[in-house]
């Protein structure tokens, strides 16, 4: 009487570990089959993520300006009884924001100033502006913007901004109105080309 009859099952354990050594891995064309559903679903994936991402820091690049432009309300405060913003540029709100802001890139130089809400080159910019008397105000426009933010960042400082322009539109025009978000959604357009002006007193 033989081993295999004695023991059947080795034979099918021969049998098993032949056909598990004749098995292959994924052959190159299922390989590249795989990597093209890969690369669709992170194609449309990928924008889905990063407007949440967008969307997530509005509400600090919000607090963050807030905070600043009250720094800079006090300065001004304390120069003059009427405030006049004749000197304000962009490098006095980068120094109003430098060190304390994690919503905002200031440059090396101070000068420069960059939002983290739209294109990596979306900058900041600041100017004098008039509302009743001469330089009386200043601006802060935010160039750029991914519509992600839009219109949550004009919502999010209408309390601080006496007006507020989106995409060249006025959506809030005077420190009594109220901010039409209707309108200024309706004036963002896709990606990251939308412009918001906000006017501060």
Same mark, same amino acid.
């Given at each position: 009487?033989?081993?295999?009859?004695?023991?059947?099952?080795?034979?099918?354990?021969?049998?098993?570990?032949?056909?598990?050594?004749?098995?292959?891995?994924?052959?190159?064309?299922?390989?590249?089959?795989?990597?093209?559903?890969?690369?669709?679903?992170?194609?449309?994936?990928?924008?889905?993520?990063?407007?949440?991402? /967008?969307?997530? !820091?509005?509400? %600090?690049?919000?607090?963050?300006? *807030? +905070? @600043?432009? &009250?720094? $800079?309300?006090?300065?001004?405060?304390?120069?003059?009884?009427?405030?006049?913003?004749?000197?304000?540029?962009?490098?006095?709100?980068?120094?109003?924001?430098?060190?304390?802001?994690?919503?905002?890139?200031?440059?090396?130089?101070?000068?420069? /100033?960059?939002? !983290?809400?739209? %294109?990596?080159?979306?900058?900041? *910019? +600041? @100017?004098? &502006?008039? $509302?009743?008397?001469?330089?009386?105000?200043?601006?802060?426009?935010?160039?750029?913007?991914?519509?992600?933010?839009?219109?949550?960042?004009?919502?999010?400082?209408?309390?601080?901004?006496?007006?507020?322009?989106?995409?060249?539109?006025?959506?809030?025009?005077?420190?009594?109105?109220?901010?039409?978000?209707?309108?200024?959604?309706?004036?963002?357009?896709?990606?990251?080309?939308?412009?918001?002006?906000?006017?501060?007193?």
């Amino acid at each position: 009487m033989s081993l295999r009859e004695v023991w059947p099952f080795t034979l099918y354990r021969e049998k098993f570990i032949m056909s598990k050594s004749r098995q292959r891995g994924f052959t190159l064309i299922e390989l590249g089959i795989v990597l093209t559903i890969v690369a669709i679903l992170t194609l449309f994936a990928v924008p889905k993520v990063r407007g949440f991402i /967008i969307t997530g !820091k509005v509400q %600090s690049t919000g607090d963050d300006l *807030t +905070t @600043a432009v &009250a720094r $800079i309300r006090g300065n001004a405060a304390g120069i003059a009884a009427v405030p006049a913003y004749t000197s304000m540029t962009t490098a006095v709100l980068a120094k109003a924001l430098v060190n304390r802001t994690n919503a905002f890139t200031v440059d090396a130089t101070v000068t420069t /100033i960059y939002h !983290k809400i739209g %294109s990596s080159t979306a900058a900041v *910019t +600041t @100017a004098p &502006a008039t $509302i009743t008397a001469s330089n009386d105000a200043f601006t802060v426009t935010f160039s750029n913007v991914n519509i992600s933010a839009c219109p949550d960042l004009a919502t999010n400082l209408q309390s601080a901004a006496e007006v507020i322009t989106v995409g060249g539109t006025t959506v809030k025009a005077n420190a009594s109105a109220t901010l039409d978000a209707q309108t200024a959604a309706t004036k963002c357009s896709d990606g990251d080309n939308n412009t918001f002006v906000f006017t501060f007193r």
